[in-house]
């Protein structure tokens, strides 16, 4: 912990107006690490998926626990489409420069999609057991 505390005094952060100007948009680069706003059709999904997964229990907790899954869910999928869109980049990419830039957001992709594929795996461990005891229960 002390080791910690002397390398955060270290760290200043950028010291440049660009720099900042820079760091301040990071979360706005693909959106997937800002909060969005959700649309109707993104409501009916959600509803939909948490319905499918509660399977038709009528335990409160089973549902918000869907609920909850069903948004980790959809969340994978967005991260999973965006990779999409970065690998067709970086298979049309014609310059060095530009196939460098993309490796290196494909990576960051990846990172999300193993965080958010853990999330919903542990969502899902969550649900199950939530169900079996609202099974015990009844």
């Excluded at 005094?9 to 997937?32: A, I, V």
């Excluded at 690998?87 to 290196?104: H, M, V």
């Excluded at 853990?118 to 939530?130: G, I, T, V």
Aim: hydrophobic share 35%; aromatic share 8%.
């Amino acid at each position: 912990i002390a080791a910690n505390r002397k390398n955060a005094l270290q760290s200043s952060g950028p010291q440049t107006l660009e720099g900042k100007m820079r760091s301040s948009r990071n979360s706005y680069r693909h959106g997937l690490a800002a909060k969005t706003s959700v649309t109707e059709d993104e409501c009916r999904k959600l509803d939909t998926l948490s319905r499918q997964l509660a399977g038709g229990s009528n335990d409160y907790w089973v549902g918000e626990i869907a609920r909850h899954a069903a948004e980790n869910f959809l969340y994978l999928e967005r991260v999973k489409t965006k990779k999409a869109e970065v690998i067709e980049y970086l298979l049309g990419a014609t310059w060095a420069e530009d196939f460098q830039q993309g490796a290196r957001e494909l990576t960051k992709f990846e990172s999300y999609e193993r965080k958010a594929r853990s999330r919903w795996k542990r969502s899902q461990r969550d649900l199950e057991a939530r169900k079996a005891i609202a099974i015990e229960v009844v």
